[in-house]
């Protein structure tokens, strides 16, 4: 996917005339515009997959002020719904100001890097995907059902360990992940889950993190808030009564 960076320092007093700019790098570098409604302000753009084949989906809203981002695991863009939505506030926005400010756009389509420059005054915004350190990820080659003690089969049980939880990822329908428990490695393309509560279908993927995807702003680089932490079970937003950010330092 193209890696661009042809706005370096473009100066904007129109935030229509800054996302309009956006929209176009967005699509150049490889993501995909998912549902448009510039009429209320927002767009939803999906990246392009990451190491693992799974993609994300981030909500794009402005106003004359503030530009702001919300990744989902999954939107529908018939009913205009997020699923499985990342813990955003307070680092989800870039500032802006039509009295005049500056911008930089860098990125291809796994991850995007903006700044604002308002008189002496930086911002920063980045999103996208992170790479997982460590990185066992298979996939569903059959469909699996709830339930306890569920055999599922993938493409491959290399590096799975029986006793350890990793997180199970559907990104295409409900935007649902679960973290379970590997009961037994059955074999070379079967393991047993001791409990799954939802569905998964072919194509869903397992792994130690299947996914990183979410943003940070220029006031928190530390954190990273993400579709997808620890602990998370379900197709519901990440609150911050959970492990909600990836510590960067």
């Given amino acids: 996917m193209a890696y661009r960076n042809n706005i370096i320092r473009k100066y904007y007093t129109s935030v229509i005339n800054f996302v309009t700019d956006l929209w176009a790098e967005l699509s150049a570098m490889g993501w995909t515009l998912e549902d448009n409604q510039d009429g209320s302000n927002y767009r939803v753009y999906s990246s392009g997959a990451n190491v693992n084949g799974v993609k994300g989906y981030m909500k794009f809203s ?3 002020s503030a530009f702001t981002c919300i990744p989902y695991t999954y939107w529908n863009s018939t009913s205009h719904t997020g699923y499985g939505a990342g813990y955003a506030a307070p680092y989800n926005s870039l500032t802006f100001s039509e009295s005049g400010t500056y911008i930089w756009i860098y990125g291809d389509g796994t991850f995007v890097a903006l700044m604002s420059l308002i008189g002496t005054t ?22 699996a059902n709830s339930g306890s003690n569920v055999q599922i089969t993938v493409n491959s049980t290399s590096g799975f360990i029986a ?15 679960q973290w379970v428990t590997v009961n037994s490695i059955d074999d070379a393309t079967h393991m047993t889950i001791a409990t799954l509560s939802n569905n998964y279908p072919s194509g869903a993927r397992i792994g130690t993190q299947p996914v990183i995807f979410g943003q940070t702003n220029g006031t928190l680089t530390n954190r990273f808030g993400y579709t997808c932490p620890f602990g998370t079970t379900g197709n519901g937003g990440v609150d911050t009564g959970k492990d909600y950010y990836v510590n960067l330092t």
Avoid: E, M
């Fill in 163 to 177: 006793g350890k939880k990793y997180q199970i990822v559907y990104s295409t329908d409900n935007g649902y992940r």
């Fill in 62 to 64: 402005w106003t004359t």
């Fill in 122 to 143: 930086y911002d920063r915004l980045i999103f996208g995907h992170l790479t997982p350190f460590i990185n066992v990820c298979t996939y569903l080659t059959a469909q």
